[in-house]
């Protein structure tokens, strides 16, 4: 029976890699999700509805407006917009918070 192992970050990922690697043990090339989406349904609920193993974060809004309009131009159906939204945002990224 194979054993799953699921990691947050690529940092967490190479830890839990390089520590199975020093112990001798073998595994299959791991699997990567652009959303939850892509899960099955029972990985779905191990990972992200089981209370034991999700994280929950509480968000706050302070401009409802704002935020309902950069909702509306991620999840709409005009591309333009959302590729515009896109492309401006790279350039105020800050490539120290990625963790790819």
Same mark, same amino acid.
């Given at each position: 029976?194979?054993? +799953?192992?699921? %990691? +947050?970050?690529?940092? $967490?990922? *190479? ?5 199975? &690697?020093?112990?001798?043990? =073998?595994?299959? $090339?791991? *699997?990567? +999700? ?8 029972? /990985?779905?609920? @191990? &990972? &992200?509805?089981?209370? =034991?193993?999700? %994280?929950?974060?509480?968000? &706050?809004?302070?401009?409802? @407006?704002?935020? @309902? ?14 590729? $515009?939204?896109?492309? /401006?945002?790279? +350039?105020?990224?800050? /490539?120290? /918070?990625?963790?790819?």
């Amino acid at each position: 029976m194979a054993k +799953y192992l699921y %990691t +947050y970050s690529d940092g $967490e990922y *190479q830890r839990t890699l390089a520590s199975l &690697t020093k112990k001798g043990v =073998r595994f299959k $090339e791991p *699997q990567r +999700y652009k959303g939850l989406g892509e899960m099955d349904a029972s /990985q779905l609920k @191990e &990972t &992200t509805m089981d209370p =034991r193993h999700r %994280t929950l974060r509480r968000i &706050t809004i302070d401009d409802a @407006e704002e935020a @309902e309009n950069t909702f509306t131009v991620l999840m709409g159906s005009d591309v333009g917009p959302r590729k $515009e939204f896109i492309v /401006q945002g790279a +350039y105020r990224l800050d /490539q120290e /918070q990625i963790d790819a």
